[in-house]
């Protein structure tokens, strides 16, 4: 390991502002004198735009959606397991308590929901492992029936799954479905269903094993009859590597 690659590893961690303060000094100091780590992460800062730390935020309502995605971003850095669980369960508790707060208050239904918000806690703790790893993001909007929502995709070229989040989705019509595609060199294949009753909706993806090079994603609306092997309904949203 050269000492440069200490400077190429924490240059998220620079942009994310999770550097302890030594290491920031150390960090800057270089930036003035490296336009290879400079341009690096001017194009990081770019890509996090839309984040509240961004100069430019956009697409993302306040809220859940902008606290959870705070909460995985931020546990970005060596220090993202001390992070990442107070991260995960608060967003956990919040997205309980809206149940809570309805006065769902049958045995039956709260042990449901406690079990719902294991998955989702489960499904946080995964998403923060790999966003802690992921080193592009890819966002864009979604305007579904004149509601705003945005799709965000972790790509990890280490492990070669992409994390997605997706939020502010209102319910699919009633015999429709939201369906995510990998826009690949062949042809598109389907990714996996989205269910807009969880928000965000958020899943974990292999790369596709046909198909070939995956060049974007896609987010449709689809019939319920249609067989996932082609979008025939509405583009929602398109996202180009
Ligand atoms: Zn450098």
Redesign the pocket.
Known sequence: MSA?DW??EHRMDYVARTLEESELRTFQD??AR?P??AGEVASIERDLAWLPMGAAPVALRPGLSRRLAEGVLETRGRRWMRRAMPAAMAASLLLGAAGWLAGRLETERLARELQERDRRLAALTDTVSITRGADRVLQASIDMDGREGGILIFDDSATHRWNVVIHGLPPAPAGQVYRFWFICEEKMVPGAEVSAGANPALFTLPMPPEGGKVMGAALTVESLATPPMEPRGRTLAELML
Request: hydrophobic share 40%; aromatic share 12%.
């Open positions: 440069h400077f190429v270089h930036l490296c290879e780590c």
